[in-house]
């Protein structure tokens, strides 16, 4: 019979397998050790908090703690686990205050997500440059804000996080610079998509260096001076390194966990790792892959939410499985969203596949409705199957990008053949869509197009 | 061998039936029959064309003759079928000179559509008093608009059409009232919807009236005194008749085909008559339901574009299935999206499930992000499978009401469990949607209710 239910990490994995489980046996004791002060805060509104447009970060709290507290979650705030016993089925906790105790459990939940990567940059650790995953990361960025008004920034990293810092510090009239080592920005999606992306954040203003590696940052009067790889020589008040995020694990490996892909934990699809009576979830594992049916690390709030829920019924005793990711994400960037799902064409091609990919543009509803904006898809179906892969779109937000790519994502769950899309019947008005809407047309052109 | 293909009707079905022939077999004649001068126009559109949103009628060409012909697709405009003889495989024909043909046929296509119903209504044939079905019908009333510059409207029928003409018309300066004989207005939506459309109509100044029978529509000068059940006695410029259409099929019948539901052509999925190297498709035949597993009467462009594709990729040996209609329909009033799929509550009781269904209102996005809008949702599932039935969704039409009912209806085609929308890895991004986006959220919430 399990009658405690210990979770340690307080973000979104964390609070879903704490509330799974109350909601689903409210007699069992959770307790949620949070090793911050902000349990249940959104970490992707952190962008939008220091744009301005977020005017109080309490807003960022998904639930306060009084609600937490509320659903019968007993949540230990500013309480670090250091130590994982599954002998004796014990955490060892160190509080802030220095205190030191040791909480037994029946069934344990490692939810401690994930730590910016930090690379290997000359000068990284001074003031005025930052890393930002945090809400205490967020508060220091927002003090240097308010207290040295820099009018110039430069962002490391063109991932999500680096580019939705380039909207907000844009948003706040800072001139932005953004350095991303790949070839294109945005590299979770493909090139065409990337260099659309690109020519977006330049109408607005930011200057995009791409295919350059900084390597050092001095403090030159107040300004910093910032230098890369080929030429890249830059003066500004701020720097923002976003490269990315690795798992945080160390607590895992006191358990006798061995890490798997990219230092993550592993687990099966019930989020149980390999010891006995301790689970799993959200940015510190690797996480199962529908289309590639084998773990990949992909670390997103949409995931954590969902595998933590798996493993708050799973404590009990249940045996839900995880359904697996299938890579869908969206980005708002100014006046755009950039979304992606399923497979891209190299991905596909690493995975087996013989994929076909296509670009296609079409209109969001029909063109003599005032408003029609131009949506531009890339679909990757196998050549041999039929059978779609994935993704991608772009264009502006307000035509229903996320929700278009959730239609692929829908079709992908369910391994949907390219040809079976325009079966589907979609609701259609003039001002919203079309008679085949623009993702069956992009279904259509992806059946009617050789590219041999 | 299949070498002449005859397609009567020149809208939706008839032109997607030509087309597929076309893209498939070059080499067979394809001819289109189409009894006025407007091939594949969007009659969805008239009311934007009548609002003066759409500036010029030409507009609403989905295809141009020009496109339609460079297709390789023979046009006959002005030609009206008037005898189909399956024996000797031949359509006679009258066209507005007055001549009188024969024309053979391998493959014969109906796509005859659809006709306003026109109600018993006193006086429904005088001056000011239209129905709006056809581009002959928009231009009476645009011409009648400019002429008599009318202040006062009266709309018979609070359904797709009779509504988008109470936002036309308005948007046009003419004060509107509209009257409609069921209890809420839109009644292919639930009440609990019907009734926030209302305050949505009543907000922007339309006067709605409901439960009300016109019966009579007198000339008093000028105006038109328009009479009806109970107490209803107003003065108007302009009245608009529309209350829904019934099949066109005079035709069909003098092939001896056997009308079914509601007058309309019976097909099977291959959308094949009763009569060999007949097909028929669109707004003329019985649409078989993919959740009911057995036909309808279900008028809507969208299924005919479907059909009309089947009936052309059958024409020519093809042995296609038509998926089925899941009824999905939406359509933007004012500043709202009123969207549908699947079976309501009651439709749901009367083909033997034992449906629950509950009401829930979440917000489009993350509230802390600037702009979030209320969405208005209703699910239907059965309580006994846990089977998603349908759902309906009402909100500003910005916050992708109509791509959110789309992905109900991809979970509809897939026969999905309620439960298992959790599990669908849908888009996230603060501005665009939630950890779980609202659809899931309404999910989840239909499973946490008992109705009982």
Redesign the interface.
């Known amino acids: 019979m399990v009658s405690s239910i210990l979770i340690i990490g307080g973000s ?1 994995a964390g609070i879903s397998a704490a509330l799974r489980a109350k ?1 689903l046996d409210p007699a069992t004791a959770v307790t949620m050790l949070v090793a911050d002060a902000y349990p249940n805060y ?1 970490i ?2 952190l962008p ?1 908090y220091l744009s301005g ?2 005017e109080d970060w309490h ?2 709290a ?1 639930r306060t703690l009084e609600e937490i507290q509320a659903a019968g979650i007993r949540v230990a705030l500013n309480t670090r686990a250091v130590e994982i016993s599954p002998q004796s089925q014990a955490v060892v906790t160190h509080s802030h205050e220095g205190g030191t105790r040791t909480q037994t459990y029946d069934r344990l939940v490692i939810a401690t997500g994930a730590q910016p990567v930090q690379p290997s940059i000359l000068g990284i650790d001074q003031p005025g440059v930052f890393l930002l995953h945090s809400m205490d990361d967020s508060f220091k960025v927002s003090a240097f804000l308010q207290l040295h008004e820099p009018r110039r920034a430069l962002i490391v990293g063109a991932g999500y996080i680096g580019l939705e810092m380039a909207d907000a510090l844009t948003h706040r009239g800072v001139a932005v610079t953004v350095v991303e080592q790949q070839r294109t920005v945005l590299p979770t999606v493909d090139e065409t998509m990337g260099e659309s992306l690109r020519r977006h954040l330049e109408e607005h203003g930011v200057d995009v260096r791409t295919g350059v590696k900084i390597y050092q940052i001095e403090q030159t009067g107040k300004a910093l001076h910032v230098t890369g790889n080929p030429e890249f020589d830059r003066e500004v008040d701020l720097v923002l390194v976003v490269v990315g995020v690795e798992p945080v694990t160390d607590l895992a490996q006191t358990a006798g966990i061995e890490l798997g892909m990219r230092g993550a934990i592993p687990v099966d699809r019930m989020m149980a790792t390999t010891v006995p009576g301790v689970y799993a979830a959200g940015d510190c594992v690797e996480t199962y892959h ?1 289309l590639l049916d084998r773990a990949t690390y992909l670390p ?7 595998q933590g ?1 798996i493993a708050g019924e799973n404590v009990l005793g249940g045996s839900r499985q995880f ?10 960037i100014f006046d755009w ?1 950039i ?1 992606r ?1 399923g497979l891209r064409d190299q991905e596909a091609k690493a995975a087996g596949y013989v994929p076909k990919t296509v670009d296609f543009v079409t209109w969001d509803h ?5 408003g029609a904006q131009e949506l531009r898809f890339r679909i990757t179906g196998d050549s041999q199957t039929g059978q779609l892969l994935g993704a991608q779109i772009i264009g502006p ?2 035509a ?8 692929f ?3 992908l ?2 391994q949907m053949m390219v040809r ?1 899309l ?12 079309s ?3 623009a993702v069956q047309m992009a279904a259509d052109y992806w059946l ?1 197009t050789d590219t041999h």
């Open positions: 979104d909601e959104s992707c509104g939008f447009e977020v807003q960022l998904h529908r997103l709030g949409t995931t954590a939410h969902k829920r359904a697996g990711t299938l890579g869908t994400q969206v980005v708002k969203a979304a799902t029909k063109a003599y409705y005032p937000w307000q229903s990008v996320a929700k278009r790519v959730d239609l994502a829908m079709a769950y369910h079976d325009l079966e589907v019947d979609l609701s259609y008005t003039p001002p919203l869509g008679p085949w809407d009617r």
